[in-house]
């Protein structure tokens, strides 16, 4: 592969993260400090590494965070308890339940109890029918707008295929 077609993911993730931290800086002037929680449910390694790394980019960011995690055995009940209080929290603006969930648990009913606009996965029903018509006041799916992100600040053109 020739160096002109690679994506430099850690340059584009620096410009990214400087201009958070001006938008985060914008928003504590106006009184109001961002919040965001983690959900884990069990002890899945990978999922532990990834809240692990969402936690310390807030901390580098400012934002409040907090880790709620659950023991693997926790009922579907008590989990959508856990998600009622995060959704009321006034200092919580985002939840993000990390996948995956025990199989006891049904990951639609679990998505869909986390208010839309703090769903930061974009996973609600509200959230995937606002993407699907194009309205972009929703959140979106992580990893494709990650994707997505990538491929604009490097000007790849993406064309359809006939």
Known sequence: ????????????????????????????????????????????????????????????????????????????????STLAGLNADPRLHGILVQAPLPAHICQAVVYSAVQPEKDVDGFHPVNVGKLMLGDSSGFLPCTPAGIRELLVRSSVKIEAQR
């Open 1 to 80: 592969m020739v160096a002109a077609n690679l994506i430099d993911g850690r340059a584009i993730a620096s410009e990214v993260v400087a201009e958070l931290a001006g938008r985060i800086a914008a928003l504590k002037k106006r009184g109001v400090q961002p919040g965001l929680c983690f959900v884990r449910v069990g002890e899945d390694p990978a999922s532990k590494v990834y809240v692990g790394r969402k936690e310390k980019a807030c901390s580098d960011l400012g934002i409040y965070s907090e880790t709620r995690v659950l023991p693997e055995a926790t009922s579907e009940r008590e989990l959508l």
